[in-house]
C-alpha cells in the first residue's frame, strides 16, 4: 500500500531510516524486475543516489524511495539486454520461496502472505509487458501509488499513465488466471496432484488439472529441458513420466501460492513448481529448472 508518511521516530540516522523502508523498495524493485538480484542492484542504487542528494532533507522518505526506485528499474527495463537463449515465453522470473505456516494455511500469516504477493503465474505475464506498462501497473495495482504520483517516473501525462496500466490490466485478465484464494483448498488439490504423480495414475490427473491447463518450464540452458506444454493430457503425460524418478517434493508457498520444491534422491534441487489452482483445479504449472539460477536461491524451505 503506498503511505505518504514517514517513519522517522524509529532513528534520526540517514542509513537508519533507509533500512525501514529497504523492504518496501525491494518488493517495488523485485515485481518490476522479476529478478532477486536486479531488485537488490535497484535497492543498492537508490541508497547511493540518498546518500548523494543528502537524505536527511528528504521528509517523506518512502514516497522518495517509491519514485526513485521506480525510474531505477524502468531504466533497467528498457536497457536490459537479451539475457536468455530460450524464448521468453518459457522464462519463469526468480520465485520468493517460504514456509507453508504448520498451524493453517487459512491463518492470518498465510494469509497475509497472499495478499502480499503475485504470484508467479502473473509474475510471468509482466516479464511480456512494455517496460512503462509493467511498472505503471504495478505501482498502481499491487502498491497503490496514484496515478498523479507515478507520471512523472513513466514521463507521461496522468491520462497516459493510467492507460498505461489499463493496458497492462486487459492483457493481464486474458493471460493469468486467478488462483483460488483459499491455501487450504490450494493445498488439497497440490497434494493430490502429487499422489497421482507417484502413483503415476493418469486418469487421476486428468480429474485434478483444468482442460485448457498450461505448463512452462524454464531449463536454463539444459539441453530439452525450457518447454510449453498445453491441455490437461499433454500435462499428465508429462507429469507421470517423472513418477519413476522417486523425487522428494516439499509443499512451500511460491510467490504467495502452494507450489512444490522437487529434489532428486541425491537431496539437489532440481526444481521449483509453481501451481496456479484455480475452481479446485490446477489451472497452470510454471516450473524453474535452471539449475544455475536455483542454486543462487540462497532459502529452499525444509520439510513441512
Not at 488439472?209 to 540452458?221: F, I, Q, T, W, Y
Request: net charge negative.
Amino acid at each position: 500500500m503506498y503511505d505518504g508518511a514517514d517513519d522517522t521516530s524509529v532513528t534520526d540516522t540517514l542509513a537508519g531510516r533507509f533500512e525501514v523502508h529497504r523492504a518496501h523498495a525491494r518488493a517495488l524493485a523485485y515485481r518490476m524486475l522479476g529478478s532477486l538480484a536486479e531488485a537488490e542492484d535497484a535497492v543498492q542504487e537508490s541508497w547511493l543516489r540518498l546518500s548523494r542528494a543528502d537524505g536527511t532533507t528528504v521528509t517523506n522518505l518512502r514516497g522518495w524511495l517509491t519514485t526513485v526506485v521506480g525510474r531505477i528499474c524502468l531504466d533497467m527495463l528498457r536497457t536490459r539486454s537479451s539475457r536468455r537463449e530460450d524464448p521468453l515465453d518459457t522464462f519463469i522470473p526468480d520465485p520468493v520461496i517460504t514456509d507453508i505456516p504448520s498451524s493453517d494455511v487459512r491463518g492470518p500469516e498465510a494469509q497475509a502472505l497472499q495478499a502480499e504477493s503475485v504470484g508467479l503465474a502473473l509474475m510471468v505475464v509482466l516479464e511480456e509487458l512494455d517496460p512503462a506498462e509493467r511498472v505503471a501497473f504495478v505501482l498502481h495495482d499491487v502498491f497503490d501509488v496514484p496515478f498523479d504520483d507515478i507520471a512523472p517516473i513513466v514521463e507521461r501525462s496522468t491520462v497516459a499513465t493510467r492507460q498505461l496500466a489499463s493496458r497492462a490490466r486487459r492483457r493481464i485478465k486474458d493471460r493469468a488466471p486467478v488462483p483460488d484464494p483459499d491455501l487450504r483448498a490450494q493445498r488439497r488439490v497440490v497434494d493430490a496432484f502429487l499422489a497421482a504423480v507417484e502413483r503415476g495414475d493418469f486418469e487421476a490427473l486428468l480429474g485434478i488439472l483444468d482442460p485448457a491447463v498450461v505448463l512452462r518450464a524454464d531449463g536454463g540452458r539444459a539441453k530439452g529441458m525450457s518447454r510449453i506444454v498445453r491441455g490437461a493430457s499433454e500435462v499428465a503425460a508429462q507429469a507421470r513420466a517423472f513418477s519413476s524418478m522417486g523425487l522428494e517434493t516439499t509443499v512451500v508457498l511460491v510467490n504467495g501460492n502452494v507450489g512444490v520444491v522437487a529434489r532428486l534422491p541425491n537431496g539437489r534441487v532440481l526444481s521449483v513448481i509453481a501451481y496456479t489452482v484455480a475452481n479446485d483445479r490446477v489451472a497452470a504449472m510454471h516450473i524453474l529448472a535452471d539449475a544455475e539460477r536455483l542454486a543462487r536461491l540462497d532459502t529452499f524451505a525444509s520439510s513441512s
